[in-house]
């Protein structure tokens, strides 16, 4: 039973945006929180952003003002924004909630970005 699937990377020039969808199941959705993280090659899992239930939203300082997530209830679904894309933007990036306090990700979606 998949509870969190992404979609939307791909590959991108330098300046160029992508938008990415993460669909939840209902129980997942429901949780105090989502995110969005990344892993680059070689690299550790690193929080790109955030939104709570309430809509309160959190960026990592490498992604502000260029990155924007957001969240549609009737949908379940959480989304992000990725304008302005640099080549170190390049990563697998993974949609994140809570079952309970069990943590479920999402199997990643590849977001390629070229000089």
């Known amino acids: 039973q998949v509870q969190l699937e992404e979609s939307g990377g791909g590959f991108v020039q330098a300046g160029g945006s992508l938008r990415l969808s993460c669909a939840a199941s209902?129980?997942?959705?429901?949780?105090?929180?989502m995110a969005w993280y990344r892993q680059a090659p070689g690299k550790e899992r690193e929080l790109v952003a955030s939104?709570?239930?309430?809509?309160?939203?959190n960026y990592a300082d490498s992604v502000k003002g260029r990155f924007t997530i957001s969240r549609n209830i009737r949908a379940n679904a959480v989304y992000l924004r990725l304008n302005s894309l640099q080549p170190e933007d390049t990563a697998v990036y993974f949609c994140n909630g809570f079952l309970g306090s069990a943590p479920v990700w999402g199997q990643g979606t590849q977001v390629t970005v070229s000089s």
């Open positions: 209902a129980r997942i959705f429901s949780g105090k929180v």
């Open positions: 939104i709570t239930a309430g809509g309160a939203t």
